[in-house]
Structures are given as structure tokens and as C-alpha cells.
């Protein structure tokens, strides 16, 4: 076991590595790559990285009270040509709970897991990074093909 010092020792080094690692990738503009994250321009919407002790996941998450159906139902309605971009091993679920805080919320996801790996195993980080980069690409790409059709849907 880990202490808390040495937790966030890891954590920093984890992803001080994984950004180095990002730093190589460019956008369109020549410039470093930022990652979309919570900037999707959807309130409610993020993309995410997931860190569990055995497990990685790439997400697309709808956590907006209001219109987290709609947002799905419209997302879900250009499921193939999503798919074509993230291809079919995502997993699609309307009903996703989730506990924060204690309390139990039910959100929207797209996502993908990569199991039986762990931050806290030096060896595991190349493979976690290769699938947070991989994945998280096809993710934005697929989320900017349908985000004009979503911003306006959810007028």
C-alpha cells in the first residue's frame, strides 16, 4: 500500500509522462495538443480520462439534468457514423450510475475500458497512455462530427 505522499507523488509522475507524451502530438494548427476535456461547449457534456486502481476508460459523459436524454437521443441517432470514427468496441449507455459525494446520479456515456491495469504499476503506464491517446483522438473527432447538430438540437 501507498502512502498519500507517495500516492501523489505517482500520480504527478503518471501524468507528467502522459503529457510529455501529448506534447509530441499536434493539432491542425501546428500547435501542442490540448486535450477537449470539459471545454466540449455543451454544458453537461465532457470528454474524460478514468483512472481506477484496475481499470482505464476513455468517456464521453452527459451529466446535464435538463437534457441529458435529448443529448444521448441525438448523439445515439448518429450512432454509425459515430461508430465509424470510434469504431464498435464503445460501449453505449443511456443509464450509467455514478456515486458522488454519496450520492447516487444517473449520467449518460460513451466509453471504452482497458482492464487489469493499474497507474500504480510503472510497467502498465505505456499501455494506458497508447489507449488514453488512441482513443481519446477518435472521441474528439467523433464529438466534433456531431456537435453542430447537437448545439442546435438542444436549443
Known sequence: ?????????????FWDLFSSKTGKIKEESGSKKRWMLGKTGIKGV???FVVDKKFVEVALEVS??????????IITSYKAVVSQIIGDEFIWDNNYRVLVDGGEFTISRI???????????KSDWNDIHSFFITN??????????????????IK
Open 46 to 48: 465532457s470528454l474524460k
Open 64 to 73: 446535464n439534468k435538463q437534457k441529458r436524454g435529448l443529448i444521448f437521443q
Open 111 to 121: 466509453y471504452i475500458k482497458l482492464e487489469d491495469v493499474s497507474y500504480f504499476n
Open 136 to 153: 481519446m483522438l477518435k472521441l474528439e473527432e467523433a464529438y466534433k462530427e456531431v456537435y453542430d447538430i447537437l448545439k442546435e438540437g
Open 1 to 13: 500500500m501507498y502512502s498519500k505522499e507517495e500516492t501523489q507523488r505517482l500520480k504527478k509522475e
